[in-house]
């Protein structure tokens, strides 16, 4: 009956077209009514408390970053290098869009961010090429999903927070991963265009690819310094979001010097707009996650998948399949949210790493972002690139499969995970 009433009346206020955090502060008011623990300062304290949050710093500061990159001509920059190295093959603006998307995961950690810059930038000149409009924009789409994985990831920070799991080993643990959806996404792509007939452009001489690495350069060093910081102990992932912020400021202002004095202002507030949504979002599921505790949920949640608890495997198939099922309908952050704190009490009874429950659970929610029909993802690429929102969604699907069979094989092989780990940390 509990968890009827939490989820009925979450379900019941977004139908109601409420916004999420919202919704989130409702299911918790109907949540403490039925278990008599209605209390208005009970509320206010675990909503302060539920931003008051060190490491959740690292959110606003990561999305700052992505925004002076994008301003300030790192992003550009970053598909000009993929550009001179492999757009010369055949459908090698696909293979573009697949390096930057990556490398650019590399820089800011957002789903949206990197979809659109890709989209504006490379959407237009693949089009020019002769690649389909539709899965030209699928392709961008799914690319987006790497930025939550490749750290730094926002939504592996949310994760660690609400898990209370090392946001520094989620970090280390999702690159490769990450990378391996690249690849199925460069397979995916490769098997699509073979039979295209596309003319591509002239490859570019050693001079110019060497001019092009030049320019990127200093976006390059960026994540270096992120992951080597990292591991020597240098700075905390909340520290590296600030070192992250400063660096793309001091180099898109002084070093590219296309990111003027006057422009600082509208950076600050757009980014300032999409942290403000975020963390109120963090700090409404913090009442909800401390009712989940209360009402014992967590326990109920166990009763349900004790018929699995007894192959580690079986039971992440059956978890992969529920958020699956739950991404269709909810965005990433809330996802997570909410069911962050109802999953963990089960797999750790299960015994599986929280780590690789960890990266697993995020690359799910970051798929999430590209299947309908509320793909925030999906509506960005449609937005920026005038598509339909059933092109784009036509368009996506091939890649989306790819993403999620390379998911489900690591649920298959714990060790894609968990090895390449083991060599960072």
């Known amino acids: 009956m509990t968890i009827l009433i939490f989820i009925g009346s979450l379900l019941a206020a977004m139908a109601l077209g409420i916004p999420i955090a919202f919704a989130l502060l409702a299911s918790g008011v109907a949540l403490m009514w039925h278990l008599q623990l209605f209390d208005a300062q009970i ?7 539920g931003a008051d949050s060190f490491p959740l710093l690292a959110v606003p500061f990561f999305m700052l970053a992505g925004e002076i990159m994008n301003v300030g001509g790192l ?8 550009l001179a190295l492999v757009g010369h093959v055949k459908g090698g603006l696909g293979y573009v869009t697949i390096m930057a998307g990556c490398l650019l995961s590399a820089l800011s950690g957002s789903a949206v961010a990197d979809a659109a ?19 030209a924009g699928g392709l961008i789409a799914a690319v987006g999903v790497i930025g939550p994985v490749i750290p730094p990831s926002i939504g592996l920070v949310i994760f660690g927070v609400a898990a209370n799991v090392s946001i520094s080993k989620l970090f280390f643990a999702a690159v490769v991963p990450g990378l391996l959806i690249g690849g199925a996404l460069w397979i995916t792509w490769a098997w699509l265009v073979r039979r295209e007939d596309i003319v591509p452009p002239p490859r570019k001489s050693a001079t110019e690819i060497m001019k092009a690495f030049r320019e990127a350069t200093w976006a390059l060093i960026l994540p270096v310094i992120i992951l080597v910081g990292l591991r020597m102990g240098v700075f905390t992932p909340t520290e590296a979001a600030v070192v992250a912020a400063v660096y793309a400021l001091f180099v898109s202002i002084f070093i590219y010097r296309e990111l003027k004095p006057a422009q600082l202002y509208d950076v600050f507030v757009a980014s300032a707009k999409t942290s403000a949504i ?28 004790k018929p699995f608890m007894g192959s580690p495997i079986l039971l992440m198939f059956a978890i992969m399949v529920l958020v699956m099922a739950v991404g269709t309908a909810m965005d990433m952050t809330p996802t997570i949210l909410i069911l962050t704190p109802v999953l963990m009490p089960v797999v ?7 780590v690789y429950f960890g990266v697993l659970f995020i690359i799910n929610n970051s798929i999430g972002l590209v299947t309908p029909p ?9 937005g920026v690139g005038k598509i339909s929102m059933d092109d784009v969604t036509k368009g996506v699907i091939p890649f989306m499969i790819a993403e999620f069979a390379v998911m489900f094989l690591m649920v298959l092989f714990p060790k894609l995970v968990t090895v390449p780990a083991s060599w960072f940390y």
Do not use: C, Y
């Open 278 to 305: 975020v963390m109120f979002l963090i700090a409404a599921a913090m009442v909800s996650a401390w009712l989940i505790t209360v009402a014992n949920l967590p326990a109920m949640v166990v009763d349900l998948l």
């Open 348 to 354: 750790k009874a299960a015994g599986i790493d929280p």
């Open 75 to 82: 992003s550009r920059r970053i598909v000009n290098l993929a």
């Open 374 to 382: 509320v793909g925030t993802v999906l509506n960005v690429v449609a």
């Open 117 to 135: 810059a890709l989209t504006a930038l490379l959407l237009p000149m693949m089009v020019k090429a002769g690649h389909e409009k539709a899965r």
């Open 43 to 49: 509320l206010a304290q675990n909503l302060v408390g």
